[in-house]
């Protein structure tokens, strides 16, 4: 099942999650690319141009001009250029010029009639209406585009592009070759499975410890440890580059594999052989960015795809994470809102001895991979019986940790996350590293309310509202930065809100606004649509509601309050922050907000029939009228879009955490968020560690 996302009168499919396409698609633009193939053929056949001087003297008559190059060009510009055929553009163009491109590597071709579809992009202006491939002008524009390739006028492929055409020919080398179709890579569901197999089988061999040590030192050595958690970051380049290791997906494999007492001898070839495999394997799904302009002019029609395949790279290729310094005051202050009292009344344990485990464990892990003992956990000084209470729902089982998670495209069916502890044999336990296992302890701890239903829902979603607020604004207090209102509502006859939280100094109002939102493990497996509604729920509701109070304030001068307490503009900067209990990866990135800022102000979502989550899609779609109004009432107030883009901020508990290290006021804070800079990591810890090694911010 596929989404639809429209602006204004345009519609168009988009695929579905599972690596695959609707058949009418792929019959339209599959049928496209082979019969351009064979209009370059019969091109070739007809024309083969020996050298130079035969494409000079083949288009002598088109050359009044002198200069053959701008001729040949100027002629595919004013032949193909048509008013007439407004849906077949330049981006069809580029599609299947890059179908073509990736068939012909991973076949062991070269590069003939890709090459010869770039020149003609590159004569052609985005946008226009082009001829489509059936008109018989394109015989001649292809014996031209032919022309000047062989003149030495001829574009590469895009670096990214080359780099995982040519990881595809390897995996294709393998034995598993993927189909190409309307420009992007597919494997079979059986193909992609027999991959993975293959990875685990070589991580298998070497063993658990030993994969676990090369993969987090790797990180190490690479400067892609900070503050306490591991950051795997995109990586930009002009040039070529190699696609990188999909390092979360090699985990979540590797907590599989048994744990020998001492690594095999070739334990070192066996991880690098998995690595090899799992690189191929990534750069095939092609969910990974090259440069950075990942997103920019998405258009509606790629919304879904765009924020699908963010939340697919984020599982394949980021962690799930909480700064361990930090975690006993996470826990307890989001607990002790409610829930600790709900564990204790209902399972017999509450938050203590979780964070006593927490502790005992976290003493032990001065490295990644660590062994903890039982011997460990007992001179902790938690009382046995609690222990043995608490345990086993922090432990999994020996080698039935992810027991269906058979592809990467199966992140749906990943449980590592939710315990932090893999048991071994002789009570012994392995943490893989410590800020994935400080995350997990809070997954672990709300695995038995949600499900033995201990509460009901309603109830449950009360409590993890309130702990969440009551976690930032612990967090932001300890920091000395005290919000001057708080749960604050207001109501007009027209209005209705309540800001979570405001914060302020001199210059500067910053709204904050609270979700619990997270991203869904559907989304982060590809399943069509939940990218989007995660997006929605986690961060577009957030920033609706701040706009609204931004609205109401530019408006009437100030805001006041039901308890008649009121909060005045001052011609103010005012910012507009949303802090999500989970971290949404690159979803929650301002960056990405900038990204579809506008265009979400435009956008409807529509769906097939017997769509699963349709009252979802309903409930999105009045968001988006929301925010609609919202925004374009801002704008008239003199607020200028990119201006209400410009002071957009997102982060989640555990990021907030580690950037209020060390702070003493608002503005310090402020100052490690910068709104103007931005080197397109999208994870707001990466920019802020890249700006603080360059002495941007302290």
């Given at each position: 099942?596929?989404?639809?996302?429209?602006?204004?009168?345009?519609?168009?499919?988009?695929?579905?999650?599972?690596?695959?396409?609707?058949?009418?698609?792929?019959?339209?633009?599959?049928?496209?690319?082979?019969?351009?193939?064979?209009?370059?053929?019969?091109?070739?056949?007809?024309?083969?141009?020996?050298?130079?001087?035969?494409?000079?003297?083949?288009?002598?008559?088109?050359?009044?001009s002198?200069?053959l190059r701008?001729?040949l060009?100027?002629?595919?510009q004013?032949a193909?250029?048509?008013?007439?055929?407004?849906?077949?553009?330049?981006?069809?163009i580029?599609?299947?010029?890059?179908?073509?491109?990736?068939?012909?590597?991973?076949?062991?071709?070269?590069?003939?009639?890709?090459?010869?579809?770039?020149?003609?992009?590159a004569?052609?202006?985005?946008?226009?209406?082009?001829?489509?491939?059936?008109d018989?002008?394109?015989?001649?524009?292809?014996?031209?585009?032919?022309?000047?390739?062989?003149?030495g006028y001829?574009?590469?492929?895009?670096?990214?592009?080359?780099?995982?055409?040519?990881?595809?020919?390897?995996?294709?080398?393998?034995?598993?070759?993927?189909?190409?179709?309307?420009?992007?890579?597919?494997?079979?569901?059986e193909?992609?499975?027999?991959?993975?197999l293959?990875?685990?089988?070589?991580?298998?061999?070497?063993?658990?410890?030993?994969?676990?040590?090369?993969?987090?030192q790797?990180?190490?050595?690479?400067?892609?440890?900070?503050?306490?958690?591991y950051?795997?970051?995109?990586?930009?380049?002009?040039?070529?580059?190699?696609?990188?290791?999909?390092?979360?997906?090699?985990?979540?494999?590797?907590?599989r594999?048994?744990a020998?007492?001492?690594?095999?001898?070739?334990?070192?070839?066996?991880?690098?052989e998995?690595?090899?495999?799992?690189?191929?394997?990534g750069?095939?799904?092609?969910?990974?960015?090259?440069?950075?302009?990942?997103?920019?002019?998405?258009?509606?029609?790629?919304?879904?795809?765009?924020?699908?395949?963010?939340?697919?790279?984020?599982?394949?290729?980021?962690?799930?994470?909480?700064?361990p310094?930090?975690?006993?005051?996470?826990?307890?202050?989001?607990?002790?809102?409610?829930?600790?009292?709900?564990?204790?009344?209902?399972?017999?344990?509450?938050?203590?001895?979780?964070?006593?485990?927490y502790?005992?464990?976290?003493?032990?892990?001065?490295?990644d991979?660590t062994?903890?003992?039982r011997?460990?956990?007992?001179?902790?000084?938690?009382?046995r019986?609690?222990?043995?209470?608490?345990?086993?729902?922090?432990?999994?089982?020996?080698?039935?940790?992810?027991?269906n998670?058979?592809?990467?495209?199966h992140?749906?069916?990943?449980?590592?996350?939710?315990?932090?502890?893999?048991?071994?044999?002789?009570?012994?336990?392995?943490?893989?590293?410590?800020?994935?296992?400080?995350?997990?302890?809070?997954?672990?701890?709300?695995?038995?309310?949600?499900?033995?239903s201990?509460?009901?829902?309603?109830?449950?979603?009360r409590?993890?509202?309130?702990?969440?607020?009551?976690?930032?604004?612990?967090?932001?207090?300890?920091?000395g930065?005290?919000?001057?209102?708080?749960?604050?509502?207001?109501?007009?006859?027209?209005?209705?809100?309540?800001?979570?939280?405001?914060?302020?100094?001199?210059?500067?109002?910053?709204?904050?606004?609270?979700?619990?939102?997270?991203?869904?493990?559907?989304?982060?497996?590809?399943?069509?649509?939940?990218?989007?509604?995660?997006?929605a729920?986690g961060?577009?509701?957030?920033q609706?509601?701040?706009?609204?109070?931004?609205?109401?304030?530019r408006?009437?001068?100030q805001?006041?309050?039901?308890?008649?307490?009121?909060?005045?503009?001052?011609?103010?900067?005012?910012?507009?922050?949303?802090?999500?209990?989970?971290?949404l990866?690159?979803?929650q990135?301002?960056?990405?907000?900038?990204?579809?800022?506008?265009?979400?102000?435009?956008?409807?979502?529509?769906?097939?029939?017997?769509?699963?989550?349709s009252?979802?899609?309903?409930?999105l779609?009045s968001?988006l009228?929301?925010?609609?109004t919202?925004?374009?009432?801002?704008?008239?107030?003199?607020?200028?879009?990119r201006?209400?883009?410009?002071?957009?901020?997102?982060?989640?508990?555990?990021?907030?955490?580690?950037?209020?290290?060390?702070v003493?006021?608002?503005?310090?804070?402020?100052?490690?968020?910068?709104?103007?800079?931005?080197?397109?990591s999208?994870?707001?810890?990466?920019?802020?560690?890249?700006l603080?090694?360059?002495?941007?911010?302290?």
């Open positions: 099942m596929f989404l639809e996302v429209a602006w204004e009168a345009s519609i168009l499919p988009l695929y579905d999650g599972r690596k695959s396409v609707p058949a009418e698609t792929m019959s339209a633009l599959d049928a496209r690319a082979e019969f351009v193939r064979e209009l370059c053929q019969r091109s070739a056949a007809r024309l083969p141009f020996a050298d130079e001087r035969s494409v000079f003297e083949e288009f002598r008559e088109l050359n009044k002198g200069n701008n001729s060009t100027g002629f595919i004013s193909l250029c048509s008013p007439d055929e407004p849906r077949f553009t330049n981006r069809d580029r599609i299947v010029g890059r179908s073509l491109f990736l068939a012909s590597v991973i076949d062991g071709l070269p590069d003939r009639w890709g090459a010869v579809l770039r020149v003609i992009s004569c052609l202006q985005n946008g226009v209406p082009i001829r489509p491939f059936e018989t002008v394109w015989d001649r524009a292809i014996d031209v585009a032919r022309g000047l390739v062989k003149t001829s574009f590469e492929a895009v670096p990214g592009d080359r780099a995982i055409a040519k990881a595809a020919r390897k995996l294709a080398e393998r034995g598993f070759v993927p189909t190409v179709s309307t420009g992007e890579m597919y494997l079979s569901q193909d992609m499975a027999n991959v993975t293959e990875i685990q089988k070589n991580l298998d061999a070497a063993g658990q410890m030993a994969v676990f040590g090369v993969l987090f790797m990180l190490r050595a690479n400067g892609q440890y900070e503050g306490g958690v950051l795997p970051a995109r990586t930009y380049s002009l040039n070529e580059r190699e696609p990188s290791f999909p390092l979360n997906f090699l985990l979540n494999l590797a907590v594999s048994p020998p007492p001492h690594a095999p001898a070739d334990a070192a070839v066996r991880i690098q998995a690595f090899l495999c799992a690189q191929q394997l750069a095939v799904i092609d969910v990974e960015p090259y440069n950075m302009f990942e997103g920019l002019n998405t258009e509606p029609s790629d919304i879904e795809a765009f924020l699908r395949k963010m939340a697919i790279y984020d599982h394949l290729f980021t962690f799930r994470q909480w700064p310094e930090h975690t006993s005051f996470l826990l307890r202050e989001f607990f002790g809102a409610g829930l600790s009292n709900v564990l204790d009344e209902q399972v017999g344990w509450n938050i203590d001895p979780v964070i006593a485990l502790e005992a464990c976290a003493e032990v892990a001065t490295t991979p062994v903890v003992s011997n460990d956990l007992d001179r902790a000084g938690l009382p019986e609690s222990l043995e209470a608490v345990l086993p729902h922090f432990v999994h089982s020996p080698q039935s940790v992810n027991a998670y058979i592809s990467p495209m992140a749906s069916e990943t449980d590592f996350i939710f315990k932090p502890l893999i048991a071994l044999p002789d009570d012994r336990y392995v943490i893989p590293a410590l800020p994935i296992a400080a995350y997990s302890f809070f997954e672990a701890a709300m695995k038995p309310i949600y499900e033995r201990l509460v009901d829902s309603g109830a449950v979603s409590f993890v509202g309130a702990g969440t607020e009551k976690v930032i604004d612990r967090l932001l207090s300890r920091a930065i005290q919000p001057s209102f708080r749960a604050a509502r207001y109501q007009s006859t027209s209005d209705r809100g309540e800001c979570d939280f405001v914060l302020e100094s001199d210059t500067v109002i910053v709204f904050v606004e609270c979700k619990s939102k997270a991203l869904t493990r559907t989304a982060m497996a590809g399943v069509s649509g939940d990218a989007l509604i995660d997006f729920k961060l577009l509701e957030s609706k509601q701040a706009v609204r109070h931004e609205r109401l304030l408006t009437g001068g805001l006041r309050f039901l308890d008649n307490s009121v909060l005045p503009w001052n011609k103010r900067k005012i910012l507009r922050l949303s802090v999500t209990l989970i971290d990866g690159a979803l990135d301002r960056l990405t907000v900038f990204n579809l800022y506008d265009i979400l102000r435009f956008a409807t979502v529509s769906h097939e029939p017997g769509y699963k989550k009252r979802q899609i309903e409930e779609n968001l009228h929301e925010f609609r919202e925004t374009q009432a801002l704008e008239g107030l003199g607020e200028s879009v201006g209400q883009m410009m002071r957009t901020l997102s982060l989640s508990v555990g990021q907030l955490a580690i950037l209020l290290e060390g003493t006021d608002l503005g310090q804070f402020l100052k490690r968020m910068p709104t103007h800079v931005t080197t397109g999208r994870n707001p810890l990466i920019e802020y560690f890249r603080k090694k360059s002495g941007v911010v302290n």
